[in-house]
């Protein structure tokens, strides 16, 4: 198995704020690393693929990064639309989802 | 509209059995990998169980393997969940989703249906 450690879990910041959420593998990943927001109610949306790749219609204000087996999710510029948690997702090997973040503005 | 949709849940007692739909509409489902995705109340997401469009390989969360079958009927658009000998640790939204397999070791989701509740509760 390979563990995600996702910290922190929860965090509160104001609008304009930059935000960071880490993820740190048990094991190397070859940037195999994905990042999900979820609002409540909803289901989730991809928002950064392999470590950095922005998905298209995401606000640029996401970006992703790597070092290691430490990966990254910062929010510039936070929004208020931007409340909600945020996992993140390795797919070499089970059980894949780290535990979540939640944002509150 | 490209979009997944899950039917299917409900209250079931301890040991029961339940099958979860999901139809997909916008796309083929037999040029994807499919997935369901399950999440507790107030808890995180939880990979369930991934196949392959042909239904060649499936993979399963250890937890689930012997009770729960993903299955999919892609002239019919949709896959399913088969849930036997449900426990109350079952309990959960089950999403349906869609997969981007770029090799066997990176894939990610990009399409998610609403979900469907599962309850499992004497």
């Known amino acids: 198995d390979i563990q995600m450690t996702q910290s922190p879990s929860s965090l509160s910041a104001s609008v304009g704020d930059r935000v960071i959420i880490t993820c740190r593998a048990s094991q190397t990943l070859r940037n195999y690393l994905h990042w999900y927001q979820q609002k409540p109610g909803e289901a989730p949306r991809v928002l950064i693929v392999a470590a950095s790749r922005l998905q298209s219609g995401v606000p640029s204000r996401f970006s992703g990064s790597a070092s290691g087996t430490d990966f990254t999710l910062t929010i510039s510029n936070l929004q208020p639309e931007d409340s909600a948690t945020y996992y993140c997702q390795q797919s070499n090997r089970a059980p894949y989802f780290g535990g979540g973040t939640k944002v509150e503005i | 509209d490209v979009q997944l949709v899950e039917s299917g849940g409900g209250l079931v007692q301890p040991g029961g059995s339940l099958r979860l739909s999901c139809a997909a509409s916008?796309?083929?489902?037999?040029?994807?990998?499919m997935s369901w995705v399950r999440q507790a109340p107030g808890k995180g997401l939880e990979w369930v169980a991934n196949?392959?469009?042909?239904?060649?390989?499936?993979y399963y969360m250890d937890s689930v393997k012997g009770r729960l079958t993903i299955s999919r009927d892609n002239a019919q658009n949709s896959v399913y969940l088969h849930m036997n000998n449900l426990r109350v640790e079952d309990t959960a939204v089950y999403f349906c989703a869609r997969l981007v397999v770029v090799t066997g070791h990176y894939w990610y989701i990009d399409l998610w249906g609403r979900g469907t509740l599962v309850t499992v509760s004497s």
């Open positions: 196949m392959r469009q042909d239904g060649g390989e499936i």
């Open positions: 916008g796309f083929s489902l037999s040029t994807y990998w």
